[in-house]
Nanobody, 120 residues
Framework: QVQLVESGGGLVQPGGSLRLSCAAS?????????MAWYHQAPGKQRELVAAITSDNRTNYADSVKGRFSISRDNAKNTVYLQMNSLKPEDTAVYYC?????????????WGQGTQVTVSS
């Protein structure tokens, strides 16, 4: 079992910045996890925002390219999402996700989410 705890959400004005953190409980093997941030707005499907693999390859949704940056600190069992130039349409619950495989078994874990509200 992996517990993921997000933090850093809140209310910010358009153009502002937030830094989300996701801390994983299973730190001994955190380095093998593929990590990602998703978000979900009311009435919308959960969608990928940014991902970072165990070997530090990154991928971003087109809507956040150039504004958001995902990173990880394996020594701290933590993945970050730096969000700059925030827009009202970024408003959503942001969820941390971890995936990994051991032999034929697949593991997929989600955090509880943290609310990000961008409003003037």
């Amino acid at each position: 079992q992996v517990q993921l705890v997000e933090s850093g959400g809140g209310l910010v004005q358009p153009g502002g910045s937030l830094r989300l953190s996701c801390a994983a409980s299973s730190g001994r093997i955190f380095s093998i996890y593929d990590m990602a941030w998703y978000h979900q707005a009311p009435g919308k499907q959960r969608e990928l925002v940014a991902a970072i693999t165990s070997d530090n390859r990154t991928n971003y949704a087109d809507s956040v390219k150039g504004r958001f940056s995902i990173s990880r600190d394996n020594a701290k069992n933590t993945v970050y999402l730096q969000m700059n130039s925030l827009k009202p349409e970024d408003t959503a619950v942001y969820y941390c996700n971890a995936k990994y495989k051991i032999l034929l078994r697949k593991y997929n874990y989600w955090g509880q989410g943290t609310q990000v509200t961008v409003s003037s």
